[in-house]
Each structure stands twice: as structure tokens, then as C-alpha cells.
């Protein structure tokens, strides 16, 4: 861990553990057998989630930090966003026919970008490189509170997504174009 200003080491851990996630506060990870585990930089692991079974037979998930105390999950073509303390502040599946396999939160929770893909012939295709023309790709952001997209982006293959700090905009970086799309304000 560093400090931003004189980037200077502050602590340091062992890989031992496979720390992957981490937060000012938290270290996370998913074991294999589905579970979330978190813990303080100093203390023992506890699991705060059991993220279940894929029907499709998946078992990959991604789990990050979007705060120091919450974590947006995506697996089984769902997202979640998780305390660390194991409350769900938001959970949602894939549209009928959509694939989900990343997503972003904004710093304060309020919304959720989950890029998704056709399923069927399209991940076949991605699979080898082939894809061709225009994908029905989309970038689909969620207003957490109401459970509804509040914005539809169309992306391209490479594809990358930040929330600015206060959450009023996502920066999308898709086909080497940056575009900012802001958000709607929300109480």
C-alpha cells in the first residue's frame, strides 16, 4: 500500500493469501467454493456472502471495491453490490437474452454499469475473434434505488468504464474514443 503523495510504502502484505481486492479498509476475495470472504487489513477472513451456483455452469466471478466499504459482485450473468459487512444494497440478473461478465459502481451506490452482450452465436464469435460489424453491445446503467436502467451506451469491443467521483457522470473509453455521459441527478 502507498500513499498517493510522496508514493512511499505504507504497509505491506504477502500474496500468500491471494489478496486480489482491496479498499483503505479491506482486503476480498471469492473462494471457491462461492463465497465472499472480507477482511480488515489486520484481521482474520470472515465470509459475508454465499453468491451460490450457476445454473449455466459458470464459476467465474469478479468481485472489486466501488468504496472503502462496498464491493460490486458479477457472476451468473448478475450483479450485486455487497457491504462488507455482507448486506446486498442491489442485485440484478442479465436481461432475457443478455450476458453480463464485468460491471462498475458508482463511489455512492446510486448506480450500476453493466456492459452486456447477445448470448448465443456473439460469444462464440468473440471467443475467436470473429466478430464482425455491429454487436448489439450495450453498456447498461441501473439507478440502485428504483431497480430501473437509467441509461442505454452503445460500446464497441474493448471497453472500459469509470464514475466520476461525485456519481453525476461515467466515463466510457470504447474503441480508443473517451466519451462522459452524464447521469441523471438523483435524491
Not at 24 to 47: D, Q, S
Not at 131 to 148: E, F, W
Request: aromatic letters at 8%; a positive charge; glycine letters at 8%.
Amino acid at each position: 500500500m502507498l500513499t498517493t503523495s510522496p508514493l512511499r510504502e505504507v504497509r505491506r502484505w504477502d500474496n500468500s493469501e491471494a489478496l486480489s481486492v482491496a479498499s483503505e479498509k479491506y482486503f476480498a476475495k471469492v473462494g471457491r467454493n462461492n463465497i465472499l470472504y472480507v477482511r480488515e487489513l489486520n484481521g482474520p477472513w470472515h465470509a459475508v456472502a454465499d453468491l451460490g451456483p450457476c445454473r449455466s455452469g459458470s464459476t467465474h466471478a469478479e468481485a472489486r471495491f466501488t468504496n472503502d466499504d462496498s464491493l460490486v459482485v458479477t457472476r451468473c450473468e448478475a450483479v450485486q453490490l455487497i457491504r462488507a459487512d455482507g448486506q446486498i444494497s442491489f442485485s440484478m440478473h442479465a436481461p432475457k437474452g443478455r450476458g453480463i461478465n464485468d460491471a462498475w459502481a458508482s463511489p455512492n451506490g446510486r448506480f450500476v454499469a453493466a456492459p452486456t452482450t447477445t448470448l448465443g452465436g456473439l460469444k462464440i464469435a468473440e471467443a475467436f475473434d470473429m466478430s464482425s460489424g455491429r454487436a448489439p453491445r450495450r453498456i447498461l446503467v441501473y439507478d440502485t434505488k428504483s431497480g430501473s436502467p437509467v441509461a442505454s451506451i452503445k460500446y464497441t469491443w474493448v471497453h472500459q468504464c469509470a464514475f466520476s467521483p461525485d456519481s453525476s457522470a461515467l466515463a466510457v473509453l470504447s474503441g480508443g474514443i473517451m466519451q462522459l455521459y452524464s447521469l441523471p441527478r438523483v435524491d
